[in-house]
């Protein structure tokens, strides 16, 4: 297997591991055994992988522990920990947004959940229209000042919500957001490729990118049909908003470029991810060491200017 490399999130010294690894929908949540969440993040681990993504509202809380109890038996200084707030945690009305609130009781939720002093690196999961962005600013810059974050970052904003962020960071001198997690994949290009990249190269952003096999798609084992006990099985409207006949045309016309390279289509899909501009790290999902070992292969992969451009026309970049 090749050697893991590391990235900066953009202009800033920390590094995390090209491929990297997160628990949305698996630990805590389709994975309820906790002696297996450990065997997979210890195996990511051992394989170089240093940045672990979570989130409070994963499995309400249960990915945090979960994945808390692993992490917490690798040394932390070799980690590099992301949770994130935003979302909904209950029915209160303040138990949600960005809110100073809100972020202040959900980091500390968070930290407690986790087994841990500090977070790498806090996301807003989603732009909180409600709550003025200056508010969320300033609220993450305190928490970077009492060391609870040393980054903060968000996820899903657009290029002109992120710009805003940074206009208020510089009239106040706060901490901005240093690293975007937005979705991007072979299937979704759109949003990253015409409206985001372009402000976080400006302003000096890291990229960790989420959804890289838009949920198993890119894999191929949708080509015919749902197989049981897979993520689109299991999640309905996850299913029926990805599971659409062109969308497996296009995976099934991409098996000729990854058969020229050697490789499997999910290799080739993440070694596509990790190999555009501006990603810092690609975040992987996995609910086996099998699947992690697959995907970790993608590192060996070597992207021809033929197979991207074969790619090209499989997957446009407006879509
Ligand atoms: N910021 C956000 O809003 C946001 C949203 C979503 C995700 N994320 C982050 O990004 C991470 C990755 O996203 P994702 O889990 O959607 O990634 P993904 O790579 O698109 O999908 C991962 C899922 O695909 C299947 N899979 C993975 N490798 C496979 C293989 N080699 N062979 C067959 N099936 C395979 C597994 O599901 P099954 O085995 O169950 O089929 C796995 O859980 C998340 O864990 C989370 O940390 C962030």
């Not at 901490?175 to 299937?187: F, N, R």
Request: proline share 4%; charged share 25%.
């Amino acid at each position: 297997m090749s050697a893991m490399t590391y990235r900066p999130l953009g202009r800033c010294g920390t590094k995390v591991s090209t491929l990297s690894l997160g628990g949305w929908t698996t630990f805590g949540g389709s994975i309820t055994d906790d002696a297996l969440t450990r065997t997979i993040l210890h195996a990511a681990f051992e394989a170089g992988i240093n940045f672990f993504d979570i989130a409070d509202v994963y499995a309400r809380g249960a990915a945090e522990t979960s994945m808390g109890k692993a992490l917490a038996e690798l040394p932390r200084r070799h980690l590099v920990i992301s949770s994130k707030c935003y979302w909904p945690m209950s029915e209160d009305v303040n138990d949600r947004g960005l809110s100073r609130k809100h972020i202040f009781e959900s980091v500390h939720d968070s930290l407690r959940r986790i087994g841990t002093d500090y977070l790498d690196i806090l996301f807003c999961h989603r732009y909180d229209a409600e709550t003025p962005v200056e508010e969320t600013v300033r609220a993450m810059d305190d928490l970077v000042r009492q060391g609870k974050v040393l980054y903060w970052g968000t996820s899903e904003w657009t290029g002109a919500q992120l710009d805003s962020a940074h206009e208020v960071a510089r009239t106040y001198g706060a901490y901005g957001p240093q690293v975007e997690q937005p979705q991007y994949s072979l299937l979704v290009r759109e949003k990253v490729e015409s409206d985001v990249r372009p402000v976080l190269a400006a302003r000096g952003m890291g990229m960790v990118v989420w959804s890289p096999l838009a949920s198993g798609l890119l894999t191929g084992k949708y080509d015919d049909g749902v197989p049981p006990d897979s993520r689109l099985a299991r999640i309905d409207w996850l299913r029926e908003s990805l599971l659409r006949d062109e969308q497996v045309t296009r995976v099934k016309a991409m098996r000729a470029v990854a058969d020229d390279l050697r490789c499997s289509r999910t290799q080739l899909a993440l070694a596509w991810a990790a190999a555009q501009p501006g990603v810092s790290s690609v975040i992987l999902g996995a609910t086996s060491v099998a699947q992690l070992e697959e995907n970790l292969g993608a590192l060996a992969v070597e992207l021809t200017p033929a197979a991207t451009k074969a790619l090209d026309g499989v997957f446009p970049a407006t879509s």
